[in-house]
């Protein structure tokens, strides 16, 4: 059976990213791997075994275009609520907090913030399938 290990993007500004996923996920380097022409790092915290994989291209200075294939990537927090609070606290600006129903029962609650390469991070509250 198949483990997925870990999701990867492409950054222009190695320190700003990592300063940003650090402050608003509480991901830390837990691996940094410099080759020639890239770099590779590897973020995740105590609650995960998936990680997050940043490369950064050596010398790339124009921003990297999202594409219409890519879509999010998804954390669960225990307070939705004081979470949005503490991201806008710091300037993140994410998105208003919105409830999901199907079928007339509540299926998520969630916002979306965006980190400095524009990559969609949704919040999802713990709850049901969102765990």
Known sequence: MAKIIHSMIRVLNEQKTLDFYQKALGLEVADRFAFDGF???YLRNAENDMEIEL???HGRTAPYAQGEGYGHVAVAVDDLDAEHQRLSSAGFSPTPIKE?????VLMARFFFVVDPDQYKIEVLQRHGRYR
């Open 39 to 41: 770099t590779l790092i």
């Open 100 to 104: 999901f129903f199907r079928d007339g």
């Open 55 to 57: 490369t950064v291209n």
